[in-house]
């Protein structure tokens, strides 16, 4: 089994900048990619981010440009860089990893979640 605990949601202005990190463990030698999800107040669970074993950066149409994704194979870490945040990015972030797959399905292992709030 893989935990995931993620940190560094807040409350930021519009326009400023945030930092979310990950880190797994468990069975965390098993993961072929990890990534982000976030869900917004009475929408769907929806993909934000996330790299493959070997792959390439991966990004919602919505942040390319503002977010950026990096991982740390040896420390079994993810994060997402978020720039020039938007009120719409306001949402509850999830950590995910995958042991074989990234955006055919919906990825097995998921963090609690942390809150990104995007207000003036």
């Known amino acids: 089994q893989v935990q995931l605990v993620e940190s560094g949601g807040g409350l930021v202005q519009p326009g400023g900048s945030l930092r979310l990190s990950c880190a797994a463990s468990g069975s965390s030698a098993s993961i072929f990619a990890m990534g982000w999800y976030r869900q917004a107040p009475g929408k769907q669970r929806e993909l934000v981010a996330g790299?493959?074993?070997?792959?390439?950066?991966d990004y919602a149409d919505s942040v390319k440009g503002r977010f950026t994704i990096s991982r740390d194979y040896a420390k079994n870490t993810v994060s997402l860089q978020m720039n020039n945040l938007k009120p719409e990015d306001t949402a509850v972030y999830y950590c995910?990893?995958?042991?074989?797959?990234?955006?055919?399905?919906?990825?097995?292992?998921w963090g609690q979640g942390t809150q990104v709030t995007v207000s003036s």
């Open positions: 790299i493959p074993n070997g792959g390439n950066a």
């Open positions: 995910t990893a995958d042991p074989k797959q990234w955006r055919k399905t919906w990825p097995v292992h």
